[in-house]
Nanobody
């Protein structure tokens, strides 16, 4: 069993920054990929950024140059540094962990960008 827990969401003004954290725990042999998705009200869940073992990170076009995904020294952790936040970044952000053919999700953390 694998547990995924996110933290770091909150309310921030446009142009501000937030850092999201995600940690996976449980029976983990090898993580293939860790990523962040988001879902805004009335919209489908979309990929924000993902880092796959042995590859460069991939980003949604809407966040390129503003968001940075990184793995922690403990390889079961992943972070999302979000800079120059915009109101359209408002959403629930979910961490996704892929282990072999299985995908595990966290409960989500709310990010609200508003003045």
């Amino acid at each position: 069993q694998v547990q995924v827990v996110e933290s770091g969401g909150g309310l921030v003004q446009p142009g501000g920054s937030l850092r999201l954290s995600c940690a996976a725990s449980g029976t983990i042999f090898s993580i293939n990929a860790m990523g962040w998705y988001r879902q805004a009200p009335g919209k489908q869940r979309e990929l924000v950024a993902v880092v796959t073992s042995g590859s460069n990170p991939n980003y949604a076009d809407s966040v390129k140059g503003r968001f940075t995904i990184s793995r922690g020294n403990a390889k079961n952790t992943v972070y999302l540094q979000m800079n120059n936040l915009k109101p359209e970044d408002t959403a629930v952000y979910y961490c996704n962990v892929r282990i072999v053919t299985s995908a595990y999700w966290g409960q989500g953390t709310q990010v609200t960008v508003s003045s």
